[in-house]
């Protein structure tokens, strides 16, 4: 994303969640959606994953937290309706 490109400022959980058109998701979303403090998510990923099973991707000094992965461990997968189409 352009720096000049406006971030998702949807502050509803399974709307960034259910959002076809990206496969990741930002900390500061993470957070909403898991319902913790952005200091407990940044913690959690000084390693390679969120949680056991939910990588994230690290560009440059941007880290960005796998999606699909973060649906299926939270058991949403069927809500969300999210598949093979890259959700």
């Known amino acids: 994303m352009h720096k000049s490109q406006k971030y998702n400022t949807t ?4 709307a960034i ?3 076809p058109t990206r496969a990741t998701i930002t900390r500061d979303e993470a957070a909403l959606v898991l319902g ?7 913690k959690a990923t000084q390693g390679d994953e969120l949680m056991p099973g939910v990588p994230i991707i690290r560009v440059r000094d941007r880290v960005l937290i796998s999606k699909l992965p973060l ?3 939270l058991g949403l997968r069927d809500v ?3 598949g093979s189409n890259g959700v």
């Open 71 to 73: 649906i299926d461990k």
């Open 80 to 82: 969300l309706g999210a």
């Open 11 to 14: 502050t509803d959980p399974i």
């Open 36 to 42: 913790v403090g952005l200091s407990t998510v940044i």
């Open 17 to 19: 969640l259910a959002d």
